[in-house]
């Protein structure tokens, strides 16, 4: 398996700019989660989808962050309009779900790092 | 809310064991998992232990788990360059989907 896939790695974009984040869980997860990791925050949840809906959004930090999972394979975060405290690497992670350890186990993405300057 | 804490740093010579600690406070924690990061990586699992396990080793990677002092350890036995990483500490509940992670500890190992 490919693992959790995101695109893009890297994204430099401007304030007030929009920028869209992408993911694509392993086949067959039925679990997908967006955090974000600073050097100040650490790793924190913005979004849990679970069979492809928002189950926990409690994290997004305003507005002008959304996730969407319009289907099982794709998922995307967007910031509009984005801001320079929004630099930092955003990880996508999907896993089986349900009960029992090993369903519950999180795979991540490479990440994208993102620069608003 | 659940906190886990870990020490920011540590420095170890090639070849030696590495000692990583991790204290959680969630009483109700039922899995405890190790993730390294890799410069530019994403989070990768290394290895897991369910609460009711004291001890877990899986090669090099030995993970003791003190339930009573919440108090889990991963220990690397022979550390090589290639295990110069930072480590996360994560923990969740048997009914809960969020993992809450420590802040990670940066092991450099050193020739």
């Known amino acids: 398996d490919a693992g959790v896939i995101q695109s893009p790695r890297h994204e430099v974009t401007e304030m007030g700019q929009e920028v869209t984040l992408r993911c694509k869980p392993i086949s067959g997860h039925n679990s997908l989660f967006w955090y974000r990791q600073t050097m100040m925050r650490g790793l924190e949840l913005l979004i849990y989808f679970n069979n492809n809906v928002p189950i926990d959004d409690s994290g997004m930090p305003e507005d002008r962050f959304s996730a969407k999972m319009p289907n099982a394979s794709f998922s995307t975060l967007k910031i509009q309009p984005s801001e320079p405290r929004d630099s930092a690497v955003y990880f996508c992670?999907?896993?089986?779900?349900?009960?029992?350890?090993?369903?519950?186990?999180?795979?991540f993405g490479a990440g994208t790092r993102l620069s608003v300057l | 809310g659940e906190d886990v804490e870990q020490s920011l740093f540590l420095s170890v010579r090639e070849g030696d064991s590495s000692v990583i600690n991790c204290t959680y406070t969630d009483s109700s924690s039922t899995y405890l998992y190790w993730y390294k990061q890799e410069p530019g990586a994403g989070l990768q699992l290394l290895t897991y232990?369910?609460?009711?396990?004291d001890m877990k080793q899986d090669q090099r990677l030995t993970v003791l788990l003190n339930k009573k002092d919440k108090h889990l350890s991963l220990r690397i036995a022979d550390t090589q360059t290639g295990d110069s990483a930072i480590y996360f500490c994560a923990e969740r509940g048997s009914n809960d989907y969020k993992l809450s992670f420590g802040a990670g500890t940066t092991v450099t190992v050193r020739a």
């Open positions: 992670a999907s896993s089986l779900g349900g009960a029992g350890l090993a369903k519950n186990i999180q795979y």
């Open positions: 232990i369910f609460s009711n396990m």
